[in-house]
């Protein structure tokens, strides 16, 4: 039986004016997943996620949540949490005033809402009665984290959740996010942090310039990375060499190391190296996502 | 609706812009009462006649005269611009901080959201013009007693001077008190437009600053086509042009008839914006 599809992008698209924001986008999260949603500045994620929880329009295509398509309000919003850039408040109020008039303001009693297990993520002890004005960008963002953990939400719609926050409050923001996808929780993480993607996520979507680019598990991203990475004695020949191959994309440097993004054998790599007088201490097949990441963007869109 | 209403009206009380409002419309008529007690009954170049100071005398002779002093003189910009405040600031003030979006992100209708603040708005406007009443009528009735007023006036070696018994028309005080309900009420009523374009205006813009000026705007420009004689009877539809209806209550003594075609203005600009800012609300991209 096929898992439930909790989000579906189907053929989505958003223009303003001239710019295609997003651009036919088509992907799906099911039940329990931690999916991360991946793309440069200006690649369509935002917009995506915006038009995934009825604050814009798509252009065309439609987008649905727990197999219904989502208009502004829709009633299916009430098992979703989201946290969409920056959390934002009413800055006058103090954290517990904002918690509970966000709750109250669709008609549901505060009695009903998750408030101890939403403070005790915010984490914000007596600054909780303070105006949040005076709250820094983290506790900001504690305390939308918090928000929106107050009814227990099945989707967890995450924009770039962990902004502001030191890491040791990230590495408990990627706790709480198992722990809530262990229980039942879907999560879509739009990140730019692709090592907590890559430690966080089961399944990636990576886009770029409003299309999507690729779509899977991490583990599959990383397999077919074809990034290499080469510790040689001297770089810059060992560039000037590399360069020169038809199999290699790109080539970026770090310290003795260089980064190769290339199709074909490794062992082709390494053979032209030694061929040309450079020495090769190790050769390693890249496994960060960060890599994989990189080289699907400079591939560029698929024809 | 009541419990966003409820949450709306929390919000925008705890502000301290409201209280700061709320402060001047209740100083204000204070300090005008203060100071037209201080003046006394000297009458300087100027004032004498129908084109001088006419409320100001009449409020020498009754604490429930200064109340009309003070609509007179605050609803010709004070309350516009508070009333432009809270309507700008419904939409475009959460959108401003950000807080819109998650507003937004729960099952809440956009023309319920929308309904909520309006009201909360349209209940400001009320209340402010009733501080002003309110504040205008306790200062006045301290410094100038509960007395009828005769709407005539007499002037001797350059001051006002006791009118001698059976000459002018002398109203008594509990027509003074209807007079004062429903003068406070129509000026209440007659920021309605300015509430609903104020409201339009928030809903397209997501700078609060930019859609009180809007408003406020919008009547300046209405009170200065009030001024251009060629319009001829179009200007009977701006809405501006009946704002001082109801002062006949206090000078003359009798409900106008420009006081019923006011309100109807009002309706009906209300509406119209009020329709306007619900239909593009509801198709709004929510980008901030």
Partial sequence: MAAEAVVEIDRISKTFGEVHAVDDVTFTVTRGEICGLLGPNGAGKTTTLRMLVGLERPSRGEARLFGSRVLPSAPQLARVGALVEQAAFVPHASGRENLRWWWESAGQRTADADLDFALGIADLGSAIDRQVRTYSQGMKQRLGFARLLLGRPELLVLDEPTNGLDPGEIREIRELLKRLAAGGATVLLSSHHLDEVQQVCTTVVVMDRGRLVRSGTVEGLLTGSGVVRIEVDDVPRATAVLRALPAVRDITSDGHDVLVHASGPRSDLVAALVGAGVRVETVTAQQRLEDAFLGLIDQGLPA | ?288
Avoid: C
Avoid at chain 2, 63 to 73: E, F, I, K, N, S
């Fill in chain 2, 1 to 288: 609706m009541i419990a966003l209403f409820r949450v709306e009206f929390a919000k925008a009380t705890k502000r301290t812009r409201t209280l700061a409002a709320l402060g001047l419309a209740v100083g204000i008529p204070i300090l005008v009462g203060i100071a037209d007690k201080a003046r006394g009954n000297h009458v300087g170049n100027g004032d004498r006649g129908p084109g001088g100071d006419g409320l100001f005398r009449l409020a020498r002779q009754t604490g429930l005269v200064l109340p009309g002093v003070a609509l007179t003189l605050m609803s010709a910009f004070f309350l516009v611009v508070i009333v432009a405040m809270f309507a700008g600031d419904t939409i475009a003030g959460e959108a401003a901080t950000g807080n819109l979006r998650y507003l937004l992100l729960r099952p809440v209708r956009r023309g319920r959201l929308l309904a909520a603040k309006s009201l909360v708005a349209f209940v400001y406007a009320w209340l402010m013009t009733i501080a002003v009443t309110v504040s205008a009528l306790v200062i006045g009735v301290a410094l100038f007693g509960w007395h009828p007023v005769n709407l005539l006036t007499l002037f001797a070696d350059g001051r006002v001077v006791r009118i001698p018994a059976g000459l002018g028309v002398v109203v008594n005080p509990g027509r003074l008190v209807l007079d004062l309900l429903l003068s406070t009420a129509y000026v209440a009523f007659s920021m309605s437009a300015l509430v609903a374009i104020g409201v339009f205006f928030s809903t397209i813009t997501d700078s609060a600053a930019g859609a009180i000026a809007g408003a406020v705007g919008v009547y300046i420009v209405s009170d200065i086509f009030g001024a251009v004689t060629p319009l001829g009877v179009l200007r009977y539809g701006l809405p501006t042009w009946y704002s001082d209806a109801w002062q006949s209550l206090f000078e003359q003594n009798h409900l106008s008839h420009d006081m019923l075609p006011g309100a109807i203005v009002q309706v009906v600009w209300t509406a119209v914006f009020l329709a306007l800012a619900g239909w593009w609300f509801a198709r709004k991209d929510i980008a901030s």
